[in-house]
């Protein structure tokens, strides 16, 4: 079955920047879609189509997609970004499979 | 305002079947597809099951395919997942959702014990 692939965990200091890559082969050809979801909350998406920013979302947060890994990127990353990021996009079946990201915990000290 | 509530979820055993239910509002229902994504204590978020606007296009994650079954009726702007065969592992907050609009639900938890 199709898989993204995410690294477990990334550390920042506050003010500096935070990338998070997420690995899957049809992403050449499907969007990426990045949600953060903090402690016993709902995820909140904060990336869609690869580079697009919800409305609400702070330009802090930015994405991009390269061949087989799309990139979240949070430039000055605050104390309230810590939490638990997942990427999301679908399979080249095009029969409605998606799939998230393994999920990778930001650590914002 | 968008509004995704979920239902239905409970305690039951092992071999037995639970229908979830999902109430939208505040959007065009209609207009777009709709997923289940489910999330077990202390893990990471689960796609369950997508249906197309129309209900023509339909998938599964290969855990739960053959035992789950989702539907909607956009009459009702409701979306439903029934689960049969249910297992132990299958126990998560399930999560209604437009995932690629990012509206979500609050979840409702399902707990596969005997």
């Known amino acids: 079955s199709y898989e993204l692939t995410q690294p477990p965990s990334v550390s920042v200091s506050p003010g500096q920047t935070a990338r998070i890559t997420c690995s899957g082969d049809a992403l050449p050809k499907k969007y990426a879609y990045w949600y953060q979801q903090k402690s016993g909350q709902a995820p909140v998406l904060v990336i869609y189509e690869d580079s697009k920013r919800p409305s609400g979302i702070p330009e802090r947060f930015s994405g991009s997609s390269s061949g087989t890994m799309a990139t979240l990127t949070i430039s000055g990353a605050q104390v309230e970004d810590e939490a638990d990021y997942y990427c999301y996009s679908t399979d080249s079946s095009g029969n409605h499979r998606g799939v998230f990201g393994t999920g990778t915990k930001v650590t914002v000290l | 305002e968008v509004q995704l509530v979920e239902s239905g979820g409970g305690l039951v055993q092992p071999g037995r079947s639970l229908r979830l239910s999902c109430a939208a509002s505040g959007f065009t229902f209609d207009d777009y597809a709709m997923h289940w994504v489910r999330q077990a204590p202390g893990k990471g978020l689960e796609w369950v099951s997508g249906?197309?606007?129309?209900?023509?296009?339909?998938g599964y994650a290969d855990s739960v395919k053959g035992r789950f079954t989702i539907s909607r009726d956009n009459a009702k702007n409701s979306l439903y997942l029934q689960m049969n065969s249910l297992r132990a592992e299958d126990t998560a907050l399930y999560y209604c959702a437009n995932v690629l609009r990012g509206y979500w639900g609050q979840g409702t938890l399902v707990t596969v014990s005997s």
């Open positions: 249906i197309s606007w129309n209900s023509g296009s339909i």
